[in-house]
């Protein structure tokens, strides 16, 4: 049997697939924290503004966040991700938030966003 040693190359792309899907990991659980601490959209699934799944589209609207973070190359505006925020509210829950919570939230998320993209995305 003739064996052939290990590709360094590999082992680098491995340890850094796993370091982008841990990091990609900890932003899931960083936003899905960020929004569970989020009165106005707690408030939403409390009173089923919803409908009955509102906890649901709670955890869908935490995967719709990391997916809009990671649609394009193209640079993400908080102004675009405050309008994509509002937009949630409005069309899953009915409810049109007005106390500025949307825009802290959307700017925790985009901290969070620059955190991953500069600390652990290569």
Known sequence: MIME????GNRAATASALQKAEAVSHLREGISLL???????QMAI?????????????????????????QSNAHLSLEDLENFLNESMLFSFNTEIEDGSIEEVAEQLMI???EYWHGSHY
């Open 112 to 114: 969070m966003h620059e």
């Open 5 to 8: 040693p290990i590709s360094t």
């Open 35 to 41: 929004l569970s601490q989020w009165t106005g959209l």
């Open 46 to 70: 409390k009173n089923g503004w919803g409908g009955h799944d509102s906890l649901q589209k709670s955890k869908q609207l935490a995967t719709d966040i990391l997916s809009w973070f990671f």
